[in-house]
T-cell receptor, first 111, second 115 residues
Framework: TQLLEQSPQFLSIQEGENLTVYCNSS?????LQWYRQEPGEGPVLLVT?????EVKKLKRLTFQFGDARKDSSLHITAAQPGDTGLYLC???????????FGKGTSLLVTP | SAVISQKPSRDICQRGTSLTIQCQVD?????MFWYRQQPGQSLTLIAT?????????ESGFVIDKFPISRPNLTFSTLTVSNMSPEDSSIYLC????????????FGPGTRLTVL
């Protein structure tokens, strides 16, 4: 059973466009992380959101945690080819550290 | 941040054999985990590696198939036993604690292909 549903699964856009990736669940998470993974490498943490309604910005990336702590979104403004990669959301339930990952969104940004 | 290395980075193995993957961290960490990422799929937690005691396995994973050791706070191994083609995956270790505090850092992964 997949706890976290990510959409879209694949996204191919032109440089300069905006995009939003969604991560949804029926479960409540104590925190939610967004990772980016490039081929041949492990996931690299982009951000952790903890508080319901929280918004965090990382340059052109904006992350939001839903008020009920069940969902999150990642918005990229003016995408660049360097943004290409697999974006993964992962949630922590309770007080542990074990991560439940979504299936990921594979993003391709073409010049 | 914690720097994590894994050995081997990739391997091609025959069915029925076993492979041990090593995970080395450059600082002492509180927790170490092993994940599997099957082709085109996301990451699935295999187990939590506990120092000095048996690992804690997630549903669907058993010690006989995936024995894990963690002799100290910087090192762990995962063995994939009696391999079949279905075990072809990327295996990743991750750590929490130490210089990275509560952040979970991932190793580069070991790409395993079973023929």
């Amino acid at each position: 059973t997949q706890l976290l549903e990510q959409s879209p699964q694949f996204l191919s856009i032109q440089e300069g466009e905006n995009l939003t990736v969604y991560c949804n669940s029926s479960s409540v998470f104590s925190s939610l992380q967004w990772y980016r993974q490039e081929p041949g490498e492990g996931p690299v943490l982009l951000v952790t959101v903890v508080t319901g309604g929280e918004v965090k910005k990382l340059k052109r990336l904006t992350f939001q945690f839903g008020d009920a702590r069940k969902d999150s979104s990642l918005h990229i403004t003016a995408a660049q080819p360097g943004d290409t990669g697999l974006y993964l959301c992962a949630g922590v339930r309770g007080s542990g550290y074990a991560l439940n990952f979504g299936k990921g969104t594979s993003l391709l940004v073409t010049p | 941040s914690a720097v994590i290395s894994q050995k081997p980075s990739r391997d091609i193995c025959q069915r029925g054999t076993s492979l041990t993957i090593q995970c080395q961290v450059d600082s002492q960490v509180t927790m170490m985990f092993w994940y599997r990422q099957q082709p085109g799929q996301s990451l699935t937690l295999i187990a939590t590696a506990n120092q000095g005691s048996e690992a804690t396995y997630e549903s669907g994973f058993v010690i006989d198939k995936f024995p894990i050791s963690r002799p100290n706070l910087t090192f762990s191994t995962l063995t994939v036993s009696n391999m079949s083609p279905e075990d072809s995956s990327i295996y990743l270790c991750s750590v929490v604690g130490g210089r990275g505090a509560d952040t979970q850092y991932f190793g580069p992964g070991t790409r395993l292909t079973v023929l």
